[in-house]
């Protein structure tokens, strides 16, 4: 009996069980796939068919006709771009610097294994993370042209507040993983938390944390170009003039710009990082 | 001798030491000297765009307090009544669908887009993945902001602009992903399959696709939840969505209404967040 017992304790797998099994995971596939499809069919009735006014889009030769107002260049502004772009490329870098520094806290909190004091420090630093994260650059440059007034400052502002988030983040991962070897030779020999974070953390998760800011550096490239639309200087202001006085070929040479400008970044980011790690 | 003194060969090194002016260096001289200048200009030209910029640097020492001075006066008490309202509850909704349908139509674009865009599986190097990698790069490039004020001037106001907008970031964000996904898998299958006479269709579909099924539902979850962080204020400039209602209560100095309207986005990407994070993870184990 006691035999017996054991021996269907665990179910016993034969080939009706895997077919089973098998079944059962096809049929949730398919309930969640037709979920998916629902709401693809709801979504697009919902906005592409009942939100759009089709009578004043009037046809795909009137859409074509709007478009094509964008088709070319304007030349003549190209001399005029480079100094919004030098101002871009600025505001892009301070506010990576300061961002970095402001990320220094927030990841000492926020890695689980050298947070001061876990149960007050560990969750202010993860909100600290998701709530410069969940907001979008916009509204942090509009939160701050409001606090600090108009000008690349708000801007610099701006970036480095939605890239704590990102680079905390991953930063404190980076943290989290190191060898904790060294942590305790460090202490060993008496070394004080300082000390252990200048020689034991610093130099293991260095190279990780260089990365993670060059390529936050270029996204911020990309985020100062627009943050003029909200009035903090750069590409973006130009863009946003070019746009109210209808000159749609000064429009997309300005996105040009932009394009050219990121491109120099990742050339540049290439090096760096090519240098550094 | 219990005192510890110089052996012979100690004094010797030391003696060789003096000798001999070279000592060890982490970096040799020319690297040394380049080191020492890029990082100076470096510095010059963060201190030169401190400059360029005007930042007033007086005025930095009070600006916390400033700040907060702001916080606590204009946004403080949030006007939760507000966004309780059932016309801003459809306006989060229309959001959550305009971000579902950009991610899933950037997605659709991304699959050939990334096949295209992958060193080792593209048709034609010379041709079609410069090509394919212009494309991603550049609607990577440009931002999401951007693509939606064109689209709003094409279009007009509503959320097609935004469903479009939120389109082409997809594309340019989850492109990279998928690229560098296909670019990372194991190439046996694919010889296999080109030896027995497959074509490209053939040896995508059946070759490279079954190995980056599971890494491609996970991008494409996450797509989505950029997507949605996207999408709360790509209606700022006309493109619908939640983001309109900011723009509103912006316009109008309504700061306490915006404070809630703030709080409201970081509670639903908070939340998407979680449900991005829970989807990949049972998405993984199913692997």
């Known amino acids: ?277 | 001798m219990s005192t510890p003194t110089m052996s012979p060969q100690d004094s010797r090194h030391i003696a060789k030491d003096a000798q001999s002016t070279l000592q060890w260096r982490r970096f040799k001289f020319p690297g040394s000297l380049i080191r020492y200048a890029v990082w100076l200009s470096v510095f010059v030209f963060l201190a030169y765009s401190v400059e360029y910029l005007e930042i007033p640097l007086e005025r930095l020492l009070g600006i916390f307090g400033r700040m907060g001075a702001t916080l606590a006066n204009r946004y403080y008490p949030p006007d939760m009544e507000y966004i309780m309202d059932a016309d801003y509850m459809r306006y989060v909704v229309e959001t959550i669908q305009m971000a579902y349908l950009g991610a899933l139509f950037g997605l659709v674009a991304t699959v050939p887009l990334g096949w295209f865009a992958s060193y080792n599986m593209t048709p034609s190097r010379c041709f079609v993945y410069p090509v394919a990698r212009l494309v991603t790069m550049s609607c990577r490039a440009v931002h999401e902001m951007i693509f939606a004020i064109i689209f709003v001037a094409i279009l007009g106001y509503g959320m097609l602009p935004g469903v479009l907008a939120l389109t082409f970031f997809c594309t340019g964000f989850a492109g990279k992903l998928f690229a560098e996904e296909i670019e990372a898998i194991d190439i046996g299958p694919v010889e296999a399959m080109r030896a027995t006479g497959a074509n490209l269709f053939q040896i995508m579909v059946f070759g490279v696709f079954p190995q980056v099924r599971v890494a491609f539902t996970g991008i494409a979850i996450y797509t989505w939840d950029v997507a949605f962080r996207a999408a709360t204020v790509v209606g700022f400039f006309g493109a619908g969505g939640m983001g309109w209602y900011l723009k509103r209560n912006v316009l109008q100095i309504e700061s306490e209404r915006v404070a809630a309207i703030l709080v409201s986005i970081i509670i639903l990407v908070f939340i998407s967040e979680m449900l991005s994070a829970w989807a990949r993870n049972t998405v993984m184990k199913m692997k």
Not at chain 1, 65 to 74: M, S
Not at chain 1, 115 to 124: E, I, N, Q
């Open chain 1, 1 to 277: 009996m006691n035999n017996k017992a054991t021996n269907t304790s665990p179910p016993r797998i034969t080939s009706q069980v895997i077919l089973d099994r098998r079944r059962t995971a096809r049929m949730i596939m398919a309930v969640v796939y037709l979920v998916l499809l629902a709401l693809v069919v709801w979504s697009v009735q919902v906005t592409v068919i009942e939100d759009t006014d089709w009578n004043r889009l009037g046809g795909f030769g009137k859409v074509w006709e709007a478009a094509n107002r964008f088709i070319g260049l304007d030349m003549a502004l190209f001399p005029n771009l480079i100094e919004p772009a030098i101002e871009t490329l600025m505001i892009a870098c301070l506010g990576t610097l300061l961002g970095v520094f402001l990320c220094i806290p927030a990841a000492w909190f926020g890695a689980l294994n050298i947070t001061p004091f876990k149960p007050v420090t560990y969750p202010l630093a993860r909100m600290m993370m998701t709530l410069s994260r969940s907001i979008h650059e916009i509204v942090w440059a509009l939160f701050f042209v409001s606090a600090v007034g108009l000008g690349a400052l708000a801007g610099i502002f701006a970036i480095a507040v939605r890239s704590v988030g990102f680079i905390a983040k991953m930063s404190a991962e980076a943290i989290e993983d190191i060898d904790p070897g060294p942590v305790e030779a460090i202490r060993a020999v008496g070394g004080n938390d300082f000390q252990v974070v200048i020689y034991a953390i610093l130099p293991q998760v260095l190279p990780q944390v260089l990365g993670v800011i060059i390529f936050e550096w270029e996204i911020n490239i990309r985020r100062s170009a627009i943050l003029g639309l909200v009035g903090a200087g750069g590409l973006g202001l130009v863009f946003f003039r070019q746009m109210n006085t209808f000159n749609f070929h000064g429009v997309m040479s300005v996105i040009v710009a932009i394009l050219g400008l990121i491109l120099i970044g990742e050339a540049l980011s290439h090096w760096v990082r090519r240098a550094l790690i």
